[in-house]
């Protein structure tokens, strides 16, 4: 199977699947069964974290504290680091299979989903590009980023994971995730990142100046999620909505 799907199937999330952080990780059983699918979704307020957080030995009581005030903590199986959840965030997730190492066709998920984000982004009159951003949360060389005031600032993030397509041989199921900060305030989801890595005992901080979403970049926030869904149709490998 071609690590670029020809088309993926768009699904609209449940109000109830979309509330969880973890919803796009039910794509991969879809994807195994009925082929490459795609959603775009929003989630409530919360901070989500990769497995390897679990070392730190406050972790724990880190999650209890954070839930009680209003950011519950979820642990995913992509990689990277924390990143804020919530309204104003939007995640566009692609699950498909593919025969051979993930290794084989992991910069093809990367690539594929930082094409489309960027059409996405270009149709809100943005023009963004894949960069690493030092002092943003979970950054990596598959941001996007923009330029602004002079400086390369993170827009959006990507990640992924893979799994074997059990009984399936030499297959993978895998999820490519991107997120948009579309309109939401920057400095304070990098604050709730901070005070978290703070409470874990970690010593990674983020810089505020190193993210921006799109409301702030362009002055303005009404209309945005609808346009991203439009712009979102228009892509060639993006086929017609349907309900999970």
């Not at 919803?23 to 991969?28: C, N, R, T």
């Not at 972790?59 to 959840?85: E, K, L, M, N, Y």
Request: glycine share 12%; proline share 5%; hydrophobic share 40%.
């Amino acid at each position: 199977m071609s690590a670029r799907p020809a088309c993926f199937t768009l699904l609209t999330p449940t109000a109830e699947t979309g509330a969880d952080g973890r919803h796009d990780e039910s794509l991969l059983e879809i994807a195994t069964r009925h082929g490459p699918v795609a959603s775009l979704w929003q989630t409530r307020r919360s901070l989500v974290v990769p497995r390897s957080y679990r070392r730190f030995d406050a972790f724990a009581s880190a999650c209890d504290r954070f839930a009680a005030q209003g950011w519950p903590v979820s642990i995913r199986q992509t990689g990277g680091g924390i990143v804020p959840q919530g309204p104003g965030i939007v995640n566009l997730s692609l699950a498909y299979c593919v025969q051979g190492p993930p290794m084989q066709h992991s910069e093809a998920g990367y690539l594929l989903i930082c094409r489309i984000l960027t059409h996405v982004l270009h149709v809100l009159g943005i023009e963004a590009f894949p960069a690493a951003v030092e002092g943003s949360f979970c950054d990596g060389r598959y941001n996007l980023a923009v330029r602004w005031r002079g400086e390369t600032v993170k827009i959006a993030g990507t990640a992924q994971s893979w799994r074997r397509v059990p009984g399936g041989g030499d297959q993978y199921v895998g999820l490519v995730h991107g997120l948009v900060l579309l309109d939401t305030d920057s400095a304070f989801l990098t604050q709730a990142a901070n005070a978290f890595e703070e409470a874990i005992g970690s010593e990674r901080r983020y810089q505020a100046g190193k993210v921006i979403s799109a409301a702030e970049l362009l002055g303005r926030s009404q209309g945005l999620w609808g346009r991203i869904e439009e712009a979102l149709k228009q892509v060639d490998v993006i086929g017609r909505p349907d309900e999970t």
